[in-house]
């Protein structure tokens, strides 16, 4: 497979995991190409992609959208390590319907544990990475994000 052809599969294959994984309505951007370094502020939930098309994807968003998401999910709101413990599970629950998505399409890949980060911007630098701006209705957004492992 081409590697034109690889990446619309794989962001084909993110926006597919990210509706099926999330039970409310949301609408995701066009991919972003991104050729710099980018900033990751409030929660991020690192995931790495191995396999035939080593990747990372990484979640970002607000803690109230994360504690939003998981009220509309299991229907009480969520706060305090709760909400760390829940995005990191999102991420896991995301990253693994990707894997599936992918195996189906002849690409085998395998997902390391999420890895949350709280509170400390993190900078990740990278020579090309997709993102996909997912909005939830009013202020609620999550940035997911694909980063080409070189």
């Given at each position: 497979?081409?590697?034109?052809n690889?990446?619309?599969?794989?962001?084909?294959?993110?926006?597919?995991?990210?509706?099926?994984?999330?039970?409310?309505?949301?609408?995701?951007?066009?991919?972003?190409v991104?050729?710099?370094p980018?900033?990751?502020?409030?929660?991020?939930v690192?995931?790495?992609?191995?396999?035939d098309?080593?990747?990372?994807?990484?979640?970002?968003g607000?803690?109230?959208?994360?504690?939003?998401?998981?009220?509309?999910?299991?229907?009480?709101?969520?706060?305090?390590?709760?909400?760390?413990s829940?995005?990191?599970?999102?991420?896991?629950?995301?990253?693994?319907?990707?894997?599936?998505?992918?195996?189906?399409?002849?690409?085998?890949?395998?997902?390391?544990?999420?890895?949350?980060?709280?509170?400390q911007?993190?900078?990740y630098?990278?020579?090309?990475?997709?993102?996909?701006?997912?909005?939830?209705?009013?202020?609620d957004?999550?940035?997911?994000w694909?980063?080409?492992?070189?």
């Amino acid at each position: 497979m081409q590697k034109l052809n690889q990446w619309d599969t794989i962001l084909d294959s993110t926006i597919r995991s990210v509706h099926q994984v999330l039970p409310v309505e949301l609408e995701i951007d066009q991919p972003e190409v991104l050729n710099e370094p980018f900033l990751q502020e409030e929660i991020g939930v690192f995931i790495g992609i191995s396999g035939d098309f080593p990747t990372r994807l990484i979640l970002e968003g607000k803690e109230s959208t994360y504690s939003q998401l998981g009220e509309k999910m299991f229907g009480m709101p969520l706060m305090g390590e709760m909400v760390e413990s829940f995005s990191g599970e999102l991420g896991n629950m995301i990253g693994g319907h990707l894997s599936t998505l992918l195996s189906e399409k002849g690409i085998q890949v395998d997902i390391t544990p999420p890895q949350t980060i709280v509170g400390q911007p993190t900078q990740y630098n990278c020579k090309e990475a997709y993102k996909l701006a997912a909005s939830f209705g009013g202020s609620d957004k999550m940035n997911i994000w694909l980063i080409v492992e070189e």
